[in-house]
């Protein structure tokens, strides 16, 4: 089983940026989609960006030209870089792993962007 660990979270100002990180119990080389969603109270969650074990990258279009995802392969870590934030980045941003068809989260982060 894949155990995953988020971390980076926190309050920010609008227009401000945080960093993310994702620590997997295992190789991410092995794991096949590294993944971030986020889940505001009354919303759905929704996929925020996810990337492949080959470098296959994709983006929500509300986050496309502020927030980055990247991977470390030593460190068994995927980033999301998240810069000009806006109040309505505000949510729970979880990680997810996908590895022989099965879906692994993590505990998720709180991310609040408010003045």
């Known amino acids: 089983q894949v155990r995953l660990v988020e971390s980076g979270g926190g309050l920010v100002q609008p227009g401000g940026s945080l960093r993310l990180s994702c620590v997997a119990s295992e190789s991410i080389v092995s794991i096949y989609i590294m993944g971030w969603y986020r889940q505001a109270p009354g919303n759905q969650r929704e996929l925020v960006a996810g990337m492949t074990s080959s470098g296959v990258t994709t983006y929500a279009d509300s986050v496309k030209g502020r927030f980055t995802i990247s991977r470390d392969n030593a460190k068994n870590t995927v980033y999301l870089q998240m810069n000009s934030l806006k109040p309505e980045d505000t949510a729970v941003y979880s990680c997810?792993?996908?590895?022989?068809?099965?879906?692994?989260w993590g505990q998720g982060t709180q991310v609040t962007v408010s003045s």
């Open positions: 997810k792993a996908t590895k022989y068809n099965l879906n692994y």
